[in-house]
């Protein structure tokens, strides 16, 4: 199985295009493809910093999981339809081409999101505080990201700290345990096409 550690302190913030906050790509395949359009990755997971309210770029085709991970969260009006993302550590699925508005709830936010391009890839976000398995394999890729305080891979002693992140491929279904003091998000990433 193949390991990529993804260290938070090496990405790049990008400023979205409507100035209310910012971005940090974490993983994507193809590799690099922040600020790009859908047709341009068949997923991508980010790391964003919500400064204002406002609108969300519409992703037409994309399927979206957004998670609350740091502030008093927000109200997601999708589509016309209210939902409150207030509880941290809790995803949310939704329409990537669904018309968004975002309402912050008492300030400034952190959120973690994955999209994936439908009939491509199937997106799984789950959520661990405690000791957890992982395992890849031919078709599927599993990306963990350490939300809140740290983790340790224990076959490789890979250590991770708040929003470090790795990457497993290529494997063949063997489990790999991994240790946790806080919060860890396993998404996992299946190739349909």
Same mark, same amino acid.
């Given at each position: 199985?193949?390991?990529?550690?993804?260290?938070?302190?090496? =990405?790049?913030?990008?400023?979205?295009?409507?100035?209310?906050? *910012?971005?940090?790509?974490?993983?994507?395949?193809?590799?690099?493809?922040?600020?790009?359009?859908?047709?341009?990755?068949?997923? =991508?997971?980010?790391?964003?910093?919500?400064?204002?309210?406002?609108?969300?770029?519409?992703?037409?085709?994309?399927?979206?999981?957004?998670?609350?991970?740091?502030?008093?969260?927000?109200?997601?009006?999708?589509?016309?339809?209210?939902?409150?993302?207030?509880?941290?550590?809790?995803?949310?699925?939704?329409?990537?081409?669904?018309?968004?508005? +975002?309402?912050?709830?008492?300030?400034?936010?952190?959120?973690?999101?994955?999209?994936?391009?439908?009939?491509?890839?199937?997106?799984?976000? =789950?959520?661990?505080?405690?000791?957890?398995?992982?395992?890849?394999?031919?078709?599927? =890729?599993?990306?963990?990201?350490?939300?809140?305080?740290?983790?340790?891979?224990?076959?490789?002693?890979?250590?991770?700290? +708040?929003?470090?992140?790795?990457? &497993?491929?290529?494997?063949?279904?063997?489990?790999?345990? *991994?240790?946790?003091?806080?919060?860890?998000?396993?998404?996992? &990433?299946?190739?349909?096409?």
């Amino acid at each position: 199985m193949a390991t990529e550690v993804l260290r938070a302190a090496r =990405r790049q913030a990008a400023p979205w295009k409507n100035g209310g906050g *910012v971005t940090s790509e974490v993983a994507a395949e193809p590799a690099g493809s922040a600020g790009s359009g859908p047709g341009d990755f068949d997923w =991508r997971v980010s790391v964003a910093e919500v400064a204002d309210s406002g609108p969300f770029s519409a992703f037409d085709g994309v399927d979206r999981i957004i998670t609350l991970v740091d502030g008093d969260g927000m109200v997601l009006t999708v589509d016309g339809v209210a939902h409150t993302v207030t509880d941290p550590y809790v995803p949310f699925a939704f329409p990537g081409g669904a018309r968004t508005e +975002c309402a912050l709830v008492g300030g400034p936010i952190t959120d973690f999101n994955v999209m994936v391009r439908g009939g491509a890839v199937a997106a799984r976000v =789950r959520i661990a505080r405690e000791r957890v398995e992982v395992a890849s394999k031919p078709g599927v =890729r599993v990306l963990v990201v350490a939300l809140a305080g740290s983790a340790v891979l224990s076959r490789s002693g890979v250590e991770l700290g +708040c929003l470090d992140a790795v990457l &497993l491929s290529g494997g063949d279904g063997e489990a790999a345990e *991994v240790g946790i003091d806080g919060v860890l998000a396993v998404v996992t &990433l299946t190739e349909l096409a």
